[in-house]
């Protein structure tokens, strides 16, 4: 997590950082800070500020000096508390060098015991400080790429992180292990970032960095060495970002505008990739596994949070229509639990961001053990995008709100693709396949018309958002959406809500049923309707009030739930891509009744880049 970006070149240097790091402030807003640095300047100019960047910029208004170089990061805190004093960048004590991190120095404790007996003082609680001491103990003769590349040797953890020196005004350095970095390329400048999103508006080419690599920037080149100083050619490639996708385009929330984009992001994710007429799915990212996928006996879907109940969507999917034997993990759980895993198990992992630390763990130990790994990520050249052996592309563009709502819509239509594709090596016939595809191509429109409900889930928000829990029931393949519509509710509300299978209900939680408890029901009719009208009645005999996610055209539901958001009707397996839509709005609607803030909840970070 953190947002770090970096900047050396002859523009207006803090006000493109501060834009820079708006951008990133999804990584983490708990702090942020800028140094900038000149010729001629003994130190460098360092600014802090707890809280996000806006109380930075507060900080920068009345700067108008022309600086050549500068740094800057907005903060998830991981060692020591959200204050000034713990924000970055860190600065050596002679405030010549500053340093930016994203990542963990795992052996910290250890280095800054060593550091502090040699006579360095610290004056936070982060793991990062120990980086500038060490890179100022190594500062010699003005090189500042040895001076980092010397500190990073005694370095255990990961990180991604920008260094600037006073007296070096037209030097920046990078270096990356486990973090993303990025270098921006432009007409004499050149950018660092975490993510592309911040170079976006400045350059489409770009540079990403692979573990163990630092560069070293000036204005007019860059250049890739590894720790031992070898140079490594790498190559340039294209950032593919548009613009508007990271403006709110006249919404109040980025996740608001997320959730009205979904009838676009759906089709963007399976555009191309159909030959409906055939029932047949293409998918150039598996062109690898092309001939195997008869091959795989069992399928491991591992992945975190909203990623994780796309997953167990995933996991009906396959087996209900490819007939292949799946399994669902949470990433954070996969590698410490010894899995049994065999070269005929094909190990999918799913992630937004792409960077997830849990997710790339799991990756990594996917392959160590001998298995195919395939990514479904949104973020291109992400971490797991270019780790796995083979992949798709959720192409929902960038997800800005923290709590993911179009990303769900997409992975969960990656995984309904990758069943298809799958199911017609055998289950699935042509005529079957024609039938999927072709309910599939319909979602978007049907998509549109939950929009319409808005204003109606609108009034039910209203009504419940004083409420201090919440319960979300759901069978078969809206279980997950009940997870999924839950995780929402609690992110952005901070209402506690949990997701439960209906029929578990009477198991315990029916214990908490009264009439003070919402019970939102995703009571659609599928398969097990009539258990799930039961599972109601069980609710309104204990004086719970019941919102029903509810069919279009279904009668019997106005008789028992209390209040009633309908969904369109389209195949079982394609539902949960509707029924989770209202749940988003609903969150949506509660949190901003409740004054929290939706795109930036408290405690959260969108990417979370440490295990
Ligand atoms: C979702 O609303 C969350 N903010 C979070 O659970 C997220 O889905 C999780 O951290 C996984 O992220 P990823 O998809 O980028 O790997």
Same mark, same amino acid.
């Given at each position: 997590?953190?947002?770090?970006?970096?900047?050396?070149?002859?523009?207006?240097?803090?006000?493109?950082?501060?834009?820079?790091?708006?951008?990133?402030?999804?990584?983490?807003?708990?702090?942020?800070?800028?140094?900038?640095?000149?010729?001629?300047?003994?130190?460098?100019?360092?600014?802090?500020?707890?809280?996000?960047?806006?109380?930075?910029?507060?900080?920068?208004?009345?700067?108008?000096?022309?600086?050549?170089?500068?740094?800057?990061?907005?903060?998830?805190?991981?060692?020591?508390?959200?204050?000034?004093?713990?924000?970055?960048?860190?600065?050596?004590?002679?405030?010549?060098?500053?340093?930016?991190?994203? &990542?963990?120095?795992?052996?910290?404790?250890?280095?800054?015991?060593?550091?502090?007996?040699? &006579?360095?003082?610290?004056?936070?609680?982060?793991?990062?400080?120990?980086?500038?001491?060490?890179?100022?103990?190594?500062?010699?003769?003005?090189?500042?790429?040895?001076?980092?590349?010397?500190?990073?040797?005694?370095?255990?953890?990961?990180?991604?992180?920008?260094?600037?020196?006073?007296?070096?005004?037209?030097?920046?350095?990078?270096?990356?292990?486990?973090?993303?970095?990025?270098?921006?390329?432009?007409?004499?400048?050149?950018?660092?970032?975490?993510?592309?999103?911040?170079?976006?508006?400045?350059?489409?080419?770009?540079?990403?960095?692979?573990?163990?690599?630092?560069?070293?920037?000036?204005?007019?080149?860059?250049?890739?060495?590894?720790?031992?100083?070898?140079?490594?050619?790498?190559?340039?490639?294209?950032?593919?970002?548009?613009?508007?996708?990271?403006?709110?385009?006249?919404?109040?929330?980025?996740?608001?505008?997320?959730?009205?984009?979904?009838?676009?992001?759906?089709?963007?994710?399976?555009?191309?990739?159909?030959?409906?007429?055939?029932?047949?799915?293409?998918?150039?990212?598996?062109?690898?596994?092309?001939?195997?996928?008869?091959?795989?006996?069992?399928?491991?879907?591992?992945?975190?949070?909203?990623?994780?109940?796309?997953?167990?969507?995933?996991?009906?999917?396959?087996?209900?229509?490819?007939?292949?034997?799946?399994?669902?993990?949470?990433?954070?759980?996969?590698?410490?639990?010894?899995?049994?895993?065999?070269?005929?198990?094909?190990?999918?992992?799913?992630?937004?961001?792409?960077?997830?630390?849990?997710?790339?763990?799991?990756?990594?130990?996917?392959?160590?053990?001998?298995?195919?790994?395939?990514?479904?990520?949104?973020?291109?050249?992400?971490?797991?995008?270019?780790?796995?052996?083979?992949?798709?592309?959720?192409?929902?563009?960038?997800?800005?709100?923290?709590?993911?709502?179009?990303?769900?819509?997409?992975?969960?239509?990656?995984?309904?693709?990758?069943?298809?594709?799958?199911?017609?090596?055998?289950?699935?016939?042509?005529?079957?396949?024609?039938?999927?595809?072709?309910?599939?191509?319909?979602?978007?429109?049907?998509?549109?018309?939950?929009?319409?409900?808005?204003?109606?889930?609108?009034?039910?928000?209203?009504?419940?958002?004083?409420?201090?829990?919440?319960?979300?029931?759901?069978? &078969?393949?809206?279980?997950?959406?009940?997870?999924?519509?839950?995780?929402?509710?609690?992110?952005?509300?901070?209402?506690?809500?949990?997701?439960?299978?209906?029929?578990?209900?009477?198991?315990?939680?029916?214990?908490?049923?009264?009439?003070?408890?919402?019970?939102?029901?995703?009571?659609?009719?599928?398969?097990?309707?009539?258990?799930?009208?039961?599972?109601?009645?069980?609710?309104?005999?204990?004086?719970?009030?019941?919102?029903?996610?509810?069919?279009?055209?279904?009668?019997?539901?106005?008789?028992?739930?209390?209040?009633?958001?309908?969904?369109?009707?389209?195949?079982?397996?394609?539902?949960?891509?509707?029924?989770?839509?209202?749940?988003?709005?609903?969150?949506?609607?509660?949190?901003?009744?409740?004054?929290?803030?939706?795109?930036?909840?408290?405690?959260?970070?969108?990417?979370?880049?440490?295990?």
């Amino acid at each position: 997590m953190c947002g770090i970006v970096g900047y050396i070149g002859d523009k207006n240097i803090h006000n493109l950082l501060i834009s820079g790091l708006k951008r990133l402030e999804y990584r983490g807003y708990d702090s942020a800070g800028l140094a900038l640095c000149k010729e001629n300047q003994k130190n460098l100019k360092v600014f802090r500020s707890k809280g996000k960047i806006v109380e930075l910029e507060k900080l920068l208004s009345k700067v108008d000096d022309k600086f050549s170089c500068g740094i800057g990061h907005t903060r998830w805190a991981t060692h020591g508390v959200p204050s000034v004093q713990n924000a970055h960048p860190h600065v050596s004590n002679d405030g010549k060098i500053a340093v930016v991190h994203n &990542g963990i120095i795992e052996n910290n404790e250890h280095l800054r015991e060593v550091l502090i007996e040699e &006579g360095f003082k610290f004056s936070s609680e982060t793991d990062t400080e120990v980086l500038v001491h060490l890179i100022s103990k190594y500062y010699k003769d003005g090189d500042l790429f040895e001076a980092v590349s010397s500190a990073l040797k005694n370095v255990e953890g990961t990180y991604g992180i920008a260094v600037i020196a006073a007296d070096k005004p037209g030097v920046l350095v990078g270096a990356k292990n486990g973090s993303p970095l990025i270098v921006g390329i432009g007409e004499n400048e050149m950018l660092l970032a975490s993510d592309a999103s911040a170079l976006g508006a400045y350059t489409s080419e770009a540079v990403y960095l692979s573990d163990g690599e630092i560069v070293v920037l000036n204005a007019d080149s860059y250049h890739t060495y590894n720790l031992e100083h070898v140079e490594i050619n790498k190559d340039v490639e294209e950032i593919q970002i548009e613009m508007s996708r990271i403006e709110k385009s006249g919404y109040d929330h980025y996740m608001l505008k997320e959730i009205y984009e979904q009838d676009k992001t759906i089709n963007d994710c399976f555009r191309g990739r159909l030959l409906p007429e055939q029932g047949i799915v293409k998918l150039g990212g598996l062109a690898q596994i092309e001939d195997k996928l008869k091959d795989y006996k069992k399928i491991t879907i591992t992945a975190c949070g909203t990623s994780w109940h796309a997953a167990l969507v995933g996991e009906y999917l396959f087996e209900e229509l490819a007939g292949i034997p799946t399994e669902v993990e949470y990433a954070s759980e996969f590698r410490y639990r010894n899995p049994v895993l065999t070269k005929d198990n094909l190990v999918i992992v799913i992630s937004q961001s792409g960077e997830t630390a849990d997710t790339l763990a799991a990756l990594r130990e996917a392959k160590m053990r001998g298995c195919t790994v395939l990514g479904i990520t949104n973020v291109i050249g992400s971490a797991i995008a270019r780790e796995t052996d083979c992949g798709m592309y959720i192409h929902a563009g960038i997800e800005i709100g923290v709590a993911s709502t179009k990303a769900f819509t997409s992975q969960v239509t990656a995984l309904f693709l990758l069943a298809i594709k799958f199911g017609r090596t055998g289950k699935i016939s042509g005529t079957k396949g024609i039938e999927y595809l072709k309910a599939l191509m319909k979602l978007p429109e049907l998509v549109k018309k939950i929009y319409k409900k808005s204003e109606d889930i609108k009034k039910i928000a209203l009504e419940f958002s004083s409420k201090r829990n919440f319960l979300y029931l759901g069978r &078969g393949i809206q279980f997950p959406v009940s997870l999924e519509g839950a995780l929402k509710l609690k992110e952005i509300s901070y209402i506690h809500a949990e997701g439960y299978p209906a029929a578990e209900m009477k198991h315990g939680p029916i214990a908490l049923i009264d009439e003070d408890m919402p019970v939102v029901v995703l009571a659609l009719q599928y398969g097990v309707y009539d258990k799930l009208i039961s599972n109601i009645h069980e609710v309104k005999a204990r004086k719970g009030r019941v919102i029903a996610i509810a069919s279009e055209n279904d009668k019997t539901i106005d008789k028992i739930a209390d209040y009633v958001i309908r969904v369109p009707v389209t195949l079982e397996a394609l539902s949960p891509i509707l029924s989770v839509i209202p749940l988003q709005l609903l969150s949506y609607y509660i949190a901003v009744e409740r004054g929290c803030d939706v795109d930036q909840p408290r405690n959260l970070a969108k990417s979370v880049t440490v295990e």
